[in-house]
Each structure stands twice: as C-alpha cells, then as structure tokens.
C-alpha cells in the first residue's frame, strides 16, 4: 500500500493555524433606544457584556438641548472549548430620541466608513503585520414592533447601512405581536426591503450541499427576524433552565422556536455562517469602499488633466461635518475662557501702567519740590553770601 | 395609598353626574384625543374601547360606511402637499413610497353609543395619524397645537358674540390620551415636548400602549420611570387626587379612595385588541376580548395585568364630567383670559377698577377699551396703515371714524388719549343715546354698570372679529409659509434640471470635442503618413536617382 503524500492534511493545518489565532468578530446593533439591543446582546452571548444604562444617568442626557448619538465599543474575548474569539460590539444609544431625527444617522455611518478607512490605510502602511480591525461584520438593526410599516428614519438609515455592512434587519420585542399580525408585518418590511433597494444580508445557498441549503432557505424566509431576548433563567421543568419571559399569561421561551426566530438569528451570526459575514465583508463592502475612494482619486486626476484646468476638485476629503453640539458648546466656553482671560490679564497690566505713571508723577513732583527747596536753599545761600560781604 | 383597595369599576351610567343631567336624553357630548407614535395601538384602543371597529387599521382596506371619519387638517412634512405622500391615502399599503415623510393629519370620528340605561354618549374622537413618523416632529406637536387653540378660539368667539348661534357645537377636546411607546427606559424627548405643549391646551392622561410587552417587574420599573420623569420635567398630566380636599372624608370616603388608587397606578398601562375568543371558565364559556399567542391567551379585561378597564370606566363613566368641567373651568378659562388680555390689552384692568368701584363717576375710564381697541388694531398683524383703516372698518362699523381719529391720535401723540376719547363717546353715546343720556347723570352705581355693560358690548362686537381676524392672518401666514416652501423646492428643481442640462452640455460638447480630435488627429496621421511616404520615395528616388547618376 502506497502511502498518502499528505496533501490532504492541508485543512488540517490550517484548522491549527485557525483555532490557535482565533478569530475577530464584529458585530454592530442600531435601532432606536428601547427595542432591547442590550438585553439582546446579553442573551446571544449568554453572558452579562453590556451593562444596562444606568437609569438616574438618563436624565443628564437631557438636559443638553440635542441629544446626539453616541458610539459605544465594548470588547470582549469569548472562549469556548479553547477557542478564543475576539468581540467587538458596537451599540449606538441616543439613536431616534430627537424630536428631529435628520442626520442622526451620520455618526453611525461615519464611524463604518471611519473603519473602512482606517483598514485601508493600515494595508497601505510598509509594516502591516498587526493591523487593528474594527470593521463591522454584521449591522442588526432593529424594528420597532408596530405592526403597521417601516418608518421614514429606518428606511433612510437601512439604506445607508445596507450599502456599507451586511445588514440584517430584525424586530425587536416581537412578544408584543401575535403570529398573523408578525406574519403581516413581516411581510410589509419585505415588500419595503424589496422596492426601496435595500441590500440585506442573505446567507450563500450552497448547491452542492442541499442540507445547509435548506438550512440557508429556511434563514431567508424568516426575515426578518423576530426576536425576544431575556437575560433571566426560569425553571420550566425539574433542573431545566430556560432563558424567557414569564408574563402572567404564560411564558415565552426564547429559544423556541415556535415564539421567535432568536435560534435561527444566533445560528446566522455565530453558527453557519460567521465566516461568511467575515469575509463577505472584506469582500464585498471593503472592496467596494476601496474601489470607490480609490477610484474617487484617479477620477479627480484625470478630469483635472482632461480639462487643463487647474481646480483641484474635492479630491481633499470633504470637512467632516462636526454635528455633535457638545463639541461647539466646548469651543465656546474654551473661547470665553480664553478671551475672559485676556481682559483680566489686560486688566492688570493696565493697572500697573497706571500705577507706575502715578508712581513716575509723584516722584517728578518730588523731584520738583526738591529743586525748589535747592532753589530757595541756593537764594538763601546767595544772599548769605551778599549778606556777609 | 390604599393598595388592598380593589376597585370597582362602575358602568357607564354608575356616575351620578350623568344620570341626573337634564341634558341626559340629548346626549352626553365627549371629545377625547388619541395622540401617540404610530403602532402603539391607539386604533385597536379605539376600537375596543367602543367595542365595535370605528376606526380602520393603517393599510387596512375595509369600507367602513357606518362612521364618517373627516380630516380636518392635514400638513405635510416638508411643507409641499404631493399627492402621493398624503397620509389620506393611507389604506393602501405601498412599498415604494413608505420612505417618504407622511406629515401629519388630524382626523375626527363621530360616534354614538347608547348604553343599557338609554343614555347616549355622543362620542367625537380625533387622531392624529403620522404623529412621530416624520424625521422631523416638531411639525406634529405645532399642528395639534394650532387645532387645539382653534377650538378655544371658536368657543370664545361664540361667548364673546351678541347674538349666538344655537347649533353651535362645540368642539373642544375634553381629554387626551398620550400613547407611549413601550421603550422599557422612559420618556422620550419627543413624549415630553409634546406633553408639555399641549397640556396648557387639554387635559393629558398618558398611557403605556402594549403593556404586553413587559412584564410585571418590567412595567412597574417603566411606571416608575416615567412617573420621575413627569415629575422632572414638570409636565403636568391630569392629576386624580388634586381635588380630594373639596371633598368631605366620611361622605365621600369610596370616592377619595377611588381617586388615590387612579392616582397610584397611573400612568395606565393598556393591552387593547379587537379579537374575541371563547374561553373555558368555570365550566362555562365566557366570549372574552383577548390576545392569543404561542405562549397564553391575554384577557384585556383582566385587571391583574391590564388597567384597560379601568382606564375605560374612567373615560367613559367617572370622570367623564371632571374632564370635561375642568377643560371649561380651568383651562378654557386660563386660555380666554390669556387670549383677551393679549386682544384688549389693559381693557380688563379698566373693568376691574369699575368692579372695585373706584370709578371717578368720569366717562374717560371706562373709555381706554376703545384705544385699545385701536392700539390693537394697529399692531395685529397688519403692517400697512391702508389695511389697518379697512379693518378697524370691519370691526365696528358703526364708528369707523372714531376708531381712525383714535389711531391717528394714537400715532401723533398717546397723551391726547383723552382728548380723542371725547370725540369717540360722542359717536358712541349717539348710538346708545338713552342709556348713555340717563346714565350721565343719576346714581353713581349706575353709572359704574353702564361703561360696563358699554365694554362688554364693546368686546362682544369687537372680539370675536379680532380673534377671527387673527385666525385668518394666521393661516394666510401658514398659507404663504407653504407658498414659499413650494416656491423654493420648484426653484430648487428647476436649479437642478438645469444644472443637469448644462452637465449633458457640457458632455456633449467635450465629447465632440474628442471627436474632433480624434478626426483631426486620424487626418493628421494620415497626412503624415502621406508626408511620410511621399518623402521616404523622394528619397528613394534621391538615391535612385545618384545611384543612377553614379
């Protein structure tokens, strides 16, 4: 018998290589404040990652006339059977609070293109050994569970993330809607992803394999997803523990699969199809950033060589747009300091100069005073001296 | 607080108050208001309040012939009425406009409900669909506003009137249910501004819509929140327990609980639905309205999780006449007095110094209403003088030059005020000549009742033109506010197409240009290799030529 070259132990290495480096996970959830984006995160890793905000500190949000919408990055390093992972969750809190929402969605979309930028310029640098990635792998956004239809500000916001990230919609607290009333729902939002060219993510249909196929089809059908977290553990049965919430009218597991799609999301995102997101991503939305910005530059060149003309056009990276009103409130007050102190330094100074004239005058007055009084000593010696010849 | 109180929930008719009203077989009249972001349940509420479907869901397309509902008003969000974005279209459910703003719509339903002892209620009920669906709100909470202060107006303009009309109707919203969405950490910015707005205008009751959405634990938190958050930001709702002083504590001791244990649990947390479904209770089956899913069933009327009930005895029954006394005693009466002080300026302090019979006996006191009459006149809305002299025209027309020589003296010189006024009762007592006549010189108590009942003449004639006139200047303002917004969007497409054109130019030109070049450049190498030729077989010839000369 003729011995294997051992060509076939290549996955097998790279399978070492794989789990000895572990892997980076990025994962963003976006939604307006209050669909349980916290809760859910605590829930699908099974552990508690994000604290809930606290809530005496809400008010001081506030009492800043505009609220803005923030960016939080929690890192975490999962392990499972050895397997390292790092995480990173990037939650978005304050968004659709305003009483006027346009435009809230500009940090969320600058910070995906901040990422994407950050990537590329790191690739471009000589040494690239380590680079930091942030880019976000997967964008939940969640749905507020009206019933009716998307609103205005998720379509304009699904949009923007949908030609950045691989975007998967789901609807929050889906416990509030019974199952023809989600099935409608559901529906409206797939007619809206449809004619409004919203790109969600859909998992790869893998012909060759027609049991993960199945498994694929079975995961876009149920888009979106409708999901319950919970971060509680009930005792359903002797030493069975399950994670629900315990209404007075009965008790919603979540991870059956009869009350939510929270199974079916968890095995999209962490199960089957991970790798997918991760390398769609650096695929298909990184290359697409780097095509564009790239192609930007070349465009501006040759359109300045084709004219002959010499207008340098907006090949600079436009002015970000400093939204955030606690940054110009900062600048004033820094402005006021700055100029309040001046004047008090100017004030003294004034001060002394005065102070100094005063000081000049009364001493020229002296000075004057003494010379008189020579002067009269002088007459009075003068006069001696007539006086004694 | 009296937790262990159980409360009972009284029919419609249990309230004494209507009961015993004189008016019972005409009917009750209620207005109330269903304000909230849309999808949190304030049609289903609706709904099963009456228990019979009066209004229709969004994007549902059934023919509901048996209630009118009319929009009263309708604004769009950028000010530009397209047709395709207006929420009137709202039944139809169409993808590929739901990303355009809808603007906001207040719409009113009519309906009658007769309960078991033959008392009607004629119910009005106003929604306001697209509330918090706009990227921009401001526009929502501005619009109810606008509505809720035409309703005083027209009430006062009725009041103020000689003659009155005797159908009119009045159309005041007695109380408003603020929906809040079940976010689980409180109020919103927009839940408060709006709140806070309004309440100047209506009594708030606010309840947390899909309360099946928390659980115990989590809507006692949310209660408790929101309950901070009133309180911090000062939003006064309607409160149950701030009249329990005018009552006596033995005699009315069930009522005094009854209003502390509202008090207590408020803000009421509502699970609606329209559904019904038979369930097994007790060995008989018992027709519920209910909510079914997976995991149970939710009777709405189970008052362990739901103060549906509750919330409904108390609209309908209870406090239905406190809604609505309060709304004409307190906050009526607030706005009229805001609103007449603002039309006649210190014309009310001139009535309170005749009430304090302090009058000089003299005529000039009671006569700075008609100044300022003028004064306002000259300074509602109106810049041009021309106009002001045409309105002062309409507001009395029986003495339209008085009224002008006050406003020119009123522009020369205020001093002469007076002066003028003398001139002014003149024409006046010439119309009232023997009241005036009788007044002047008998009893000083008389004479303090005629400049009165003067003014209040005076302000019966003139107010309701005031408050009319405003309202119309009021809405030419909004009118031409629109103008312009359509004016500069159409500019601004214009704008647009032609920048488009002018890029297609531009395109074409370069790319003729090209072709040009290219023709000229194919010419020239053409010529050149022509040139080319032509030398290389000079050369050859050149060198045949030497070579044959050699």
New interface residues.
């Given amino acids: 018998m003729v011995e294997p070259v051992g060509i076939t132990n290549l996955p097998n290495q790279r399978y070492k290589i794989i789990s000895k480096q572990g892997a980076t996970f990025t994962l963003m959830v976006a939604g307006?404040?209050?669909?349980?984006k916290t809760t859910f995160i605590n829930t699908l890793f099974q552990t508690n990652l994000k604290p809930h905000?606290d809530?005496s500190e809400?008010?001081n949000k506030?009492t800043t006339p505009h609220?803005t919408v923030d960016i939080d990055i929690i890192r975490a390093m999962l392990e499972e059977k050895n397997f390292k992972i790092r995480l990173n969750i990037i939650d978005t809190p304050g968004f659709g609070?305003?009483?006027?929402?346009?435009d809230s969605w500009t940090p969320i979309i600058d910070f995906i293109d901040d990422q994407h930028e950050n990537y590329m310029k790191q690739e471009q640098q000589p040494n690239r050994d380590e680079k930091k990635d942030l880019r976000v792998h997967a964008c939940l956004y969640f749905i507020?569970?009206?019933?009716?239809?998307?609103?205005?500000?998720d379509?304009?916001i699904m949009?923007r993330l949908s030609s950045r990230v691989n975007l998967i919609p789901v609807i929050a607290?889906s416990?509030?809607l019974?199952?023809t009333e989600l099935e409608n729902f559901k529906g409206?939002i797939r007619?809206?992803i449809?004619?409004?060219d919203i790109n969600i993510y859909t998992p790869p249909l893998d012909l060759d394999d027609p049991a993960s196929a199945e498994h694929s089809k079975q995961l876009i059908e149920s888009m979106p997803f409708a999901i319950i977290g919970s971060e509680q553990e009930y005792e359903i049965s002797k030493g069975n523990f399950v994670k629900g919430?315990?209404?007075?009218?009965?008790?919603?597991?979540v991870e059956n699969e009869?009350?939510c799609d929270f199974k079916k999301l968890r095995s999209l995102l962490l199960r089957t199809n991970m790798l997918d997101l991760i390398l769609s991503t650096n695929e298909t939305h990184f290359e697409t950033f780097r095509s564009l910005k790239l192609g930007n530059d070349e465009n501006n060149d040759e359109i300045i060589n084709?004219q002959g003309e010499i207008i340098k056009k907006s090949s600079i990276k436009k002015p970000r747009r400093f939204h955030n009103p606690k940054f110009k409130e900062e600048e004033d007050a820094l402005k006021k300091y700055f100029t309040e102190q001046v004047k008090a330094e100017e004030q003294r100074f004034r001060q002394w100069e005065s102070n100094i004239v005063n000081e000049r005058n009364r001493l020229n007055q002296d000075l004057e005073d003494l010379q008189g009084k020579l002067k009269t000593l002088e007459d009075q010696v003068k006069k001696l001296q007539l006086s004694k010849r | 607080m009296d937790e262990s109180y159980s409360y009972e929930s009284p029919s419609m008719v249990a309230s004494p108050m209507i009961n015993y009203r004189k008016d019972a077989r005409k009917g009750v009249k209620f207005t109330f208001m269903v304000v909230g972001?849309?999808?949190?349940g304030k049609t289903t509420f609706v709904n099963s309040l009456l228990s019979k479907k009066v209004m229709a869901h969004?994007?549902e397309n059934s023919n509901l012939a048996i209630v009118d509902t009319n929009t009263i008003s309708f604004t769009s969000a950028k000010n530009v009425t397209l047709p395709n974005t207006s929420i009137l279209t709202r039944n139809d459910?169409d993808?590929?406009i739901?990303?355009?703003?809808?603007g906001i719509a207040i719409t009113e339903t009519k309906v009658e409900i007769i309960d078991d002892a033959n008392t009607k209620l004629q119910l009005t009920i106003v929604d306001t669909p697209g509330f918090g669906?706009?990227?921009?709100?401001?526009v929502c909470f501005n619009e109810i506003e606008n509505y809720l202060k035409q309703q005083f107006d027209l009430v006062l303009a009725e009041e103020t009137r000689i003659k009155r009309n005797p159908r009119f109707v009045d159309t005041r919203v007695h109380v408003m249910l603020y929906f809040i969405?079940?976010?689980?950490?409180?109020l919103?910015?927009?839940d408060?501004?709006c709140m806070k707005k309004l309440s100047k205008y209506v009594n708030i009751v606010p309840v947390v819509a899909?309360a099946?959405?928390f659980?115990?634990e989590e809507l006692a938190h949310f209660k408790s929140?929101i309950k901070i958050?009133l309180e911090?930001?000062n939003v006064p709702i309607f409160q149950f327990d701030n009249y329990l002083n005018e009552y006596d504590e033995d005699e009315d001791y069930d009522l005094i609980q009854e209003c502390k244990y509202l008090a207590s649990i408020q803000p009421f947390s509502v699970i609606s639905s329209e559904d019904e479904f038979e369930v097994v209770e007790n060995g008989r089956t018992k027709v519920i309205k209910a909510?079914?899913?997976?995991?149970?069933?939710?009777?709405i009327m189970?008052k362990?999780?739901s103060d549906f009930p509750v919330l409904k005895s108390v609209l309908l029954g209870s406090h239905l006449q406190d809604f609505k006394d309060l709304t004409h005693d307190f906050l009526y009466e607030s706005y009229r007095t805001d609103r007449l002080t603002k039309v006649t300026g210190s014309n009310l302090g001139g009535s309170d110094a005749i009430d304090d019979g302090t009058t000089g006996g003299d005529f000039s006191t009671s006569i700075p209403s008609l100044s300022n009459l003028a004064q306002l006149t000259s300074t509602t809305a109106l810049p041009l003088d021309d106009d002001n002299a045409s309105f002062t025209s309409t507001t009395s027309s029986k003495k339209p030059k008085s009224m002008l020589l006050d406003d020119s003296d009123l522009q020369s010189s205020p001093r002469k005020d007076s002066a003028s006024f003398t001139s002014s009762t003149s024409t006046i007592s010439l119309d009232q000549s023997p009241r005036n006549l009788n007044t002047n010189n008998p009893a000083f108590k008389r004479l303090s009742i005629a400049p009165q009942r003067n003014q209040l003449r005076q302000i019966s004639e003139t107010v309701p033109y005031v408050i009319r006139h405003e309202r119309i200047a009021e809405r030419q303002q909004k009118l031409e506010e629109m103008e312009m917004a359509s004016a500069k969007e159409l500019a601004h497409r214009a704008a647009m197409l032609e920048k488009r054109a002018a890029e297609l130019k531009a395109r074409e030109k370069?790319l003729k240009k090209q072709m040009e070049l290219h023709k000229e450049e194919a010419d020239e190498s053409k010529k050149e290799e022509a040139d080319h030729s032509i030398r290389k077989e000079e050369t050859l010839t050149d060198l045949h030529s030497i070579v044959k000369s050699q």
């Fill in positions: 307006e404040s209050g669909l349980g905000l809530s809400r008010h506030f609220q609070n305003n009483v006027n929402n346009h507020r569970p009206t019933g009716h239809s998307l609103k205005p500000l379509i304009e949009k607290k416990d509030c019974n199952p409206r007619d809206i449809e004619s409004q919430r315990k209404y007075p009218w009965g008790f919603v597991e009869n009350h084709e | 972001e849309s999808g949190t969004r994007f459910f993808p590929a739901a990303h355009e703003e809808p669906d706009n990227l921009n709100n401001e969405s079940p976010g689980g950490h409180g919103k910015e927009l408060i501004s899909k099946d959405a659980t115990v929140q958050d911090k930001f909510r079914q899913y997976p995991w149970g069933i939710i009777d189970n362990e999780y370069a």
